[in-house]
């Protein structure tokens, strides 16, 4: 991060703190914070490299993600909301200063009905479009339902205008939002890639029928359990269109291509006697034009790659989505201790047949969370399978599978 960066992330930092130490001490103001800390082993896709040197495995510490926040709700139709925070603090990334993620209001038109402006996370498609990450019942997230994952937002926050509310047992979110820039300039071919073209809108919309206790509007992120203090069935479809939003060559020209993706999705979260079942499956189907893909590796352990041996690139980077068709689903089981913990035990996959591969591609987690303080305070392992792919006589295919192991400790307050 250059100088002025640092300089803008500290002036935001300041007045952060300014207007935590003059908030009023009204009702509905609250700081709020977090962080998660992990200790994680990797088996490296091939070709990856730690330094110089070309390495297989490697055990890694980071901080996966902090926050620190303000919100507040002055007046009967206006609440706002600051937060600052960053991710991937690791030996690669030792200089990670907070920068702004949040800084949105939103105006209580009635009591069906909200409009949010400014720069949120408030999106369409599907339930974990905008996931929370505090409150997941893994390790971390998943992000099949996320292509543009900071290529043209910010952690998943645009600036954008949203209207959103709940009406009766249904639920509904409706935006329109800006593509951030971004410095990509990649070299053409038949298979569609992200370009810098910040002319196109972003439409996006969800909605989900809720027949038990309602969900919250105060966020954007949607939980991934509540642990028992909730009983939620939904049952959700939604959309995201943005034009413009990759580019090939086909049949020697350059053209552009919309993203447009759809989904449904079932979202379960029962409290059964000391136990609460919670469960998720939702089906995405994306076109981001022809045999688009997308690798990553959230908080990559390898910094290089020889670039050869897989495409998954380097370090854990697998493909997370791409033109085609995904089903993510998860299954957790709370069970009651006497002291007042939970454990939890965990498993989720995520099947994807995707235009440019041959084959199915499957990745698979599994793991156990235990809840110190439900989400404010809880310790979690999980072990993730994720695919390798190679290519071979004009095919992509999947020819390996590498483990990863996380342990994490999450604090918020």
Request: hydrophobic residues 35%; glycine residues 8%.
């Amino acid at each position: 991060m250059n100088c002025l960066n640092k300089r803008n992330a500290i002036s935001v930092l300041l007045l952060l703190v300014l207007l935590l130490t003059h908030a009023q001490p009204k009702e509905g103001v609250k700081i709020y914070g977090g962080m998660q800390i992990w200790g994680r082993y990797t088996n490296l896709n091939p070709g990856s490299t730690i330094g110089p040197n070309e390495s297989e495995n490697a055990l890694d510490f980071s901080i996966r993600r902090y926050r620190i926040g303000i919100k507040a709700h002055p007046y009967d139709y206006l609440s706002f909301n600051l937060q600052l925070g960053n991710n991937n603090l690791s030996r690669f990334q030792k200089d990670q200063p907070p920068k702004l993620l949040d800084a949105y209001a939103t105006w209580h038109i009635n009591d069906h009905t909200n409009l949010t402006a400014g720069k949120h996370a408030w999106t369409g498609l599907s339930r974990y479009a905008a996931p929370s990450t505090f409150s997941n019942i893994s390790s971390d997230i998943n992000y099949s339902a996320t292509p543009s994952l900071n290529v043209h937002d910010d952690f998943f926050r645009r600036i954008a205008i949203a209207l959103h509310g709940q009406v009766g047992q249904l639920d509904y979110r409706a935006i329109v939002a800006k593509p951030f820039t971004n410095s990509l300039n990649p070299s053409l071919t038949d298979q569609a890639t992200f370009v810098n073209e910040p002319s196109g809108f972003i439409y996006s919309g969800y909605v989900k029928y809720q027949f038990f206790d309602h969900e919250s509007l105060s966020s954007a992120f949607s939980p991934w359990s509540y642990l028992g203090s909730k009983k939620i069935v939904s049952l959700g479809g939604g959309f995201y269109h943005h034009d413009n939003a990759t580019q090939s060559i086909q049949l020697s020209d350059t053209v552009l291509h919309a993203m447009n993706s759809w989904a449904v999705d079932v979202f379960v979260d029962l409290p059964v006697n000391n136990k609460t079942l919670t469960g998720y499956i939702g089906y995405l189907n994306h076109d981001l034009g022809p045999k688009f893909i997308r690798m990553v590796g959230a908080n990559n352990p390898a910094d290089g790659s020889t670039g050869l041996g897989s495409l998954n690139g380097r370090g854990n980077s697998f493909p997370i989505t791409g033109s085609g068709q995904i089903i993510f689903s998860q299954l957790g089981l709370g069970i009651q201790l006497k002291n007042s913990h939970m454990i939890q035990p965990n498993i989720s996959m995520q099947y994807s047949n995707l235009e440019l591969v041959a084959d199915d591609i499957v990745l698979v987690e599994g793991g156990v969370s235990y809840y110190l303080d439900k989400h404010q305070s809880k310790l979690s392992i999980s072990a993730q399978s994720r695919p390798v792919l190679t290519e071979a006589n004009d095919q992509v295919k999947v020819t390996d599978h590498k483990l990863m192991l996380i342990g994490q400790y999450q604090i918020r307050f």
